[in-house]
Structure formats: structure tokens, C-alpha cells
């Protein structure tokens, strides 16, 4: 064997391993043509907006707070005092049953990402007001994303 072929095979080897290497699949590439390498990032693929409906039951927490004001009221003073704490506790425990009853609707964003391995990889969060569709985002182990500048 002549020294080209002795160097040649065991240097052909190291390329090709190295061209596999996992490390070099994390390398994603930014709008503005800059190389980003990160494990835990991906390019914004897609946005969704996501609307849970609250609790419908507003008229019946103001019922209920209502009664339940009104009779905390009446325990309180005498005479024209005990009625005026009654109507006020009445119109207090009405108002804040109603917003009780109306409560427990939330809003979300799913971000679609896909990721520098090539993977896809789904990260809910509650305001994706500084991530457009496009950006290089890291996420980490909490499912918290930060954009890549």
C-alpha cells in the first residue's frame, strides 16, 4: 500500500463520521443568513391561538351571593342599620357571585416548532406577543421559550 491510500482510508472514515455527527444537526439558520447551533431550539413553524370558554353560570352566583350577602347583612346592627346592611350585603354578594360564576376562561398560544435535529416539537405558552412565525426560539427544560436574537 502506497502512503496516499494508507492516509486517504482512515481520513475518509473521520469525514464521513464527523458528517454525522448529532452535534451538527442542531445548527439552524437565521432569516438574515447567521448560523445559530443550539440543542434546545427550533424555528417558529406555526402559532395557534388558543380560547378556553369560562364558566357560564353568572346569573346563579349573583342569586346565590345575593342571599348569602343579604343574610350576613342582617346580622349586622339594629334597626334601620340592620335593613341598610342587608340591602348592601345583598347588592355587594350579587355582584362579586356574579363575577365568580363568570370566571375561569384563559387564553393560550401553541407554538409548532421544529427543531435543529429536524424533529417537531408542540410548546404552549401564555403570551406570544414577541415570537412571530419564523423566529429561532430556545426552550427550556420548563417549556419556557425565549426568542434568539
Not at 486517504?8 to 472514515?13: K, N, S, V, Y
Not at 417558529?44 to 342569586?63: K, Y
Not at 348569602?68 to 346580622?75: C, F, I, P
Request: with cysteine; hydrophobic share 40%.
Amino acid at each position: 500500500m502506497n502512503l496516499k491510500t494508507m492516509l486517504g482510508i482512515p481520513l475518509a472514515a473521520f469525514v464521513a463520521v464527523a458528517a454525522m455527527n448529532p452535534a451538527d444537526a442542531a445548527v439552524l439558520k437565521r432569516p438574515d443568513g447567521i448560523y445559530v447551533r443550539c440543542d434546545q431550539c427550533g424555528t417558529v413553524t406555526s402559532i395557534e391561538h388558543n380560547v378556553t370558554q369560562g364558566r357560564d353560570h353568572g346569573t346563579a352566583g349573583a342569586i346565590i351571593g345575593a342571599v348569602a350577602g343579604g343574610v350576613l347583612g342582617n346580622q349586622i346592627g339594629k334597626g334601620n342599620g340592620r335593613k341598610i346592611a342587608t340591602v348592601g350585603g345583598a347588592v355587594g354578594g350579587g355582584f362579586a357571585g356574579n363575577a365568580i360564576g363568570k370566571g375561569g376562561g384563559s387564553e393560550s398560544w401553541t407554538l409548532r416548532l421544529r427543531m435543529g435535529d429536524g424533529s417537531v416539537s408542540n410548546v404552549t405558552i401564555a403570551d406570544a406577543s414577541a415570537v412571530r412565525e419564523g423566529d429561532i426560539v430556545a426552550v427550556d427544560e420548563k417549556g419556557n421559550v425565549t426568542r434568539v436574537q
